[in-house]
């Protein structure tokens, strides 16, 4: 798919740019997204029912497995040539932000700087008690950990569904978004709550939307440019067509 000229120009005379992105952007990573079947173990539970407070209270250890699985995929992988091409393109602009919905820190592993981990990162765990964070913890399958310091229960560093996402993460993504001049939506399926509407929050500022998915979701008809493409391979050639 030819970069359309138009579009470069937007790019060049663009000075805040917001990306947000999805599972999709990891799936050339070999991340398997939300919308793929989970495999083995894991094919009889859906996300939506894993990812939540009630399944953790009712079954800790199972949800404490089923991140170390995740985890395990995760650090078989790599950052993809979207990932690095995001990475690149933080250069160019006065302000370019990544916002993610992904917990896996391939964007970090990448060499992107500015980025909003809206949903948590999967390789910190949090004190359910006092919110006491944990970069690492003996990972010695005894599940579910408790807090060293207060014995209560320790849980994945990221946000399920029916959770408040972090205040300052959610404050500093709206704020980005309301003043960007580009959004450009790469690999999610735009459903999930309140990080879906941030493309829209850019629309209403003006902001032209661009969206990279090999699937129309809900943002594509506001989109000004929608990329039928996969991001490993249209953000090279993003980039490509508007470094100097
Ligand atoms: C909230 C972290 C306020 C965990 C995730 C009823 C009760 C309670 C809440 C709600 C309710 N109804 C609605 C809600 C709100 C809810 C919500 O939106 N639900 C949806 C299902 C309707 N949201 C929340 O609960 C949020 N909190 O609202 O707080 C509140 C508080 C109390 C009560 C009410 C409200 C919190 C949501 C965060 C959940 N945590 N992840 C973990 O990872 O384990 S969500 C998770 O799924 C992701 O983080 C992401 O946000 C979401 C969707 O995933 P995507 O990233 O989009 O990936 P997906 O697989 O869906 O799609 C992949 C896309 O990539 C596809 O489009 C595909 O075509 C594309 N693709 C594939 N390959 C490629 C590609 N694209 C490019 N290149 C490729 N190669």
């Known amino acids: 798919m030819a970069i359309v000229e138009e579009l470069i120009e937007i790019f060049h005379n663009a000075r805040a740019?917001?990306?947000l992105t999805g599972a999709?952007?990891?799936?050339?990573?070999?991340?398997?997204?939300?919308?793929?079947?989970?495999?083995?173990?894991?094919?009889?539970?859906?996300?939506?029912?894993?990812?939540?407070?009630?399944?953790?209270?009712?079954?800790p250890g199972l949800l404490w497995n089923w991140y170390a699985w995740r985890r395990n995929l995760i650090n078989k992988a790599e950052?993809?040539?979207?990932?690095k091409a995001l990475a690149q393109m933080e250069n160019l602009f006065p302000k370019f932000t990544i916002i993610t919905q992904n917990i896996d820190g391939l964007h970090q592993k990448a060499g992107s700087k500015n980025i909003?981990?809206?949903?948590?990162?999967?390789?910190?765990?949090?004190?359910?008690?006092?919110?006491?964070?944990?970069?690492?913890w003996p990972d010695n399958g005894?599940?579910?950990?408790?807090?060293?310091?207060?014995?209560?229960l320790v849980r994945p560093d990221v946000v399920w569904f029916g959770e408040n996402?972090?205040?300052g993460a959610l404050e500093s993504a709206y704020f980005l978004s309301n003043r960007a001049?580009?959004?450009l939506s790469v690999g999610t399926s735009a459903v999930v709550e309140p990080a879906a509407s941030l493309p829209l929050v850019a629309l209403r500022n003006k902001a032209?939307?661009?969206?990279?998915?090999?699937?129309p979701t809900p943002v594509t008809r506001y989109a000004q440019f929608y990329f039928k493409e996969t991001a490993g391979k249209f953000l090279p050639e993003l980039y490509s067509a508007i470094k100097p």
Do not use: K
């Open 17 to 19: 740019i917001v990306v």
């Open 24 to 59: 999709g952007i990891s799936a050339e990573s070999g991340i398997p997204t939300f919308r793929d079947a989970q495999t083995g173990l894991w094919q009889r539970y859906s996300p939506q029912e894993l990812a939540t407070p009630r399944a953790f209270e009712t079954n």
């Open 165 to 167: 996402l972090p205040a």
């Open 142 to 152: 005894n599940f579910p950990l408790t807090c060293p310091h207060c014995g209560g």
């Open 208 to 215: 032209v939307v661009v969206e990279v998915n090999p699937e």
């Open 181 to 183: 001049d580009i959004m």
């Open 116 to 136: 909003i981990e809206l949903h948590g990162n999967i390789y910190r765990a949090r004190c359910a008690a006092e919110n006491l964070v944990f970069e690492s």
């Open 79 to 83: 950052p993809n040539a979207g990932h």
